[in-house]
């Protein structure tokens, strides 16, 4: 029902955009949140984005990332500008009923997507 891609390995000050692709249903009722979780860490609130389109971004990445979607397409994007070594982790798309930041709040999770930021 939802399936993260678009990892990969950059550069530390690169730019990089993940992909989720939902189905239809989760796509048009729910809200689609991105997290990340490196290694040894709790798996971290990045963005969410609502049925309705509205936006929320965590504080410590809202400068640099960006929650957008595609309506047609059923896709939620992550933009991830100025990427820093610390940004290495696997990204996570989830769907919920509302924009919160608790993993537990999202009951549907695709398989993660690796981003490794080389310093």
């Known amino acids: 029902q939802l399936q993260a891609s678009g990892g990969g390995l950059v550069q530390a000050g690169e730019s990089l955009g993940l992909s989720c692709a939902a189905s239809?249903?989760?796509?048009?009722?729910?809200?689609i949140a991105w997290f990340r979780q490196a290694p040894g860490k709790e798996r971290e609130f990045l963005a969410a984005i609502t049925s309705g389109g509205g936006t929320r971004h965590a504080i410590a990445v809202k400068d640099r990332f960006t929650i957008s979607r595609e309506k047609s397409k059923s896709m939620v994007y992550l933009q991830m500008n100025n990427l820093r070594h610390e940004d290495t982790a696997v990204f996570y798309c989830?769907?919920?009923?509302?924009?919160?930041?608790?993993?537990?709040?999202?009951?549907?999770w695709g398989q993660g997507t690796q981003v490794t930021v080389s310093s």
């Open positions: 989830a769907a919920g009923s509302l924009p919160t930041s608790k993993s537990n709040d999202y009951p549907y």
């Open positions: 239809g249903s989760i796509f048009s009722s729910h809200t």
